[in-house]
Nanobody
């Protein structure tokens, strides 16, 4: 069993920055960690992912503005978000994919999810 707890969501003005954190507890942390987001009335969408190796994957909307990283010693994954835009407003979810293979951006591959943290970007 894996438990994920996100933090760091807040209200910020456009152009500002936020850093989200996701602390994992439970089973070994050697899995792909991902961030997804869901705006009201929309489907949950991929933002970024990082395997145990440290390689990174980003949605086009996140490239150049967001940075995903992980601290394996602390079982924590981070999402640094810069140059935030109103369209970044959403609930951000952390997730773990315990399966081998698959596309890191595929929401259906992820087994465990956090409760979400709200990010609101005002114009």
């Amino acid at each position: 069993q894996v438990v994920l707890v996100e933090s760091g969501g807040s209200l910020v003005q456009a152009g500002g920055s936020l850093r989200l954190s996701c602390a994992a507890s439970g089973r070994t942390f050697r899995y792909i960690m991902g961030w997804f987001r869901q705006a009201p009335g929309m489907e949950r969408k991929f933002v970024a992912a990082i395997p145990w190796s440290g390689s990174t994957y980003y949605a086009d909307s996140a490239k150049g503005r967001f940075t995903i990283s992980r601290d394996n010693a602390k079982n924590t994954v981070y999402l640094q978000m810069n140059s935030l835009k109103p369209e970044d407003t959403a609930v951000y979810y952390c997730a773990i994919n315990t399966k081998i293979g698959g596309t890191p951006s595929d929401v259906n591959l992820y087994d465990y999810w956090g409760q979400g943290t709200q990010v609101t970007v005002s114009s």
